[in-house]
């Protein structure tokens, strides 16, 4: 069964404190890894697609990392304004569903 | 109005009401979404319509009923619902004409805070 578990559930971090989330997958065969942020209040936001093994995608203090079983979003020198619930998702190659994992919630003290 | 507006953002309704959750999209995109988003539990895609066709989700109760009249609006009628369905209903679109090859990219609205008693 096609799965994605985000850890920790929270993070409490000082600003300029610098650390990871972590998004683990199984998918039968990966057509793409999805990150996203959601703002209390709001719809989730778009940040980034990775697709292969290997790949990075980079966004201000925001760095995702793609294997084979996981991907991490490296949250470099955080501000305040950086907290907030980061969404991962994927979808498996054939089907048209992304599957979600239930978040991160991320809290950037000043 | 940009992005996808949703309305009305806040609704209570009793268990024997009729309702209607309504989406528009002023990007030109070619596919539209509803998302069920509960407390601490992953989206879960409820509906996609894409140009203007249904794709079927048959785990979704028939207490729900969308209804896609063109490619910039979405509705979402409730009726007779469950307490268990107080959530954020999510309104999505992507420019994606083939969604087994998409981007991945959805733009969201706001959402509707669903509260049944």
């Known amino acids: 069964e096609d799965q994605v578990t985000q850890s920790p559930e929270a993070l409490r971090l000082q600003e300029g404190e610098s650390s990871s989330l972590n998004c683990s997958y199984t998918v039968s065969g990966l057509r793409g890894l999805f990150w996203y942020r959601q703002d209390p209040g709001k719809g989730p936001e778009f940040l980034f697609t990775l697709y292969s093994a290997g790949e990075e995608k980079e966004k201000e203090r925001l760095k995702a990392t793609l294997t084979k079983k996981e991907s991490f979003l490296h949250i470099t020198a955080p501000k305040p304004e950086d907290s907030a619930t980061y969404l991962c998702a994927v979808q498996a190659a054939g089907n048209y569903q992304l599957i979600w994992g239930a978040g991160t919630k991320l809290i950037i003290k000043p | 109005e940009t992005g996808v507006t949703q309305t009305p953002r806040h609704l209570v309704m009793g268990m024997t009401n009729k309702k209607s959750l309504k989406c528009e999209q002023h990007l030109g995109h070619n596919a539209m979404y509803w998302y069920k988003q509960s407390a601490k539990k992953p989206l879960e895609l409820m509906f996609v319509?894409?140009?203007?066709?249904?794709?079927e989700n048959n785990s979704v109760p028939s207490r729900f009923s969308p209804e896609c009249p063109n490619s910039s609006h979405l509705f979402l009628h409730l009726h007779t619902l469950q307490p268990e369905d107080s959530a954020l209903y999510l309104c999505a679109s992507s420019q994606d004409q083939n969604l087994y090859t998409n981007t991945g990219e959805l733009f969201f609205g706001e959402g509707s805070r669903l509260t049944v008693l």
């Open positions: 319509y894409s140009l203007e066709e249904r794709v």
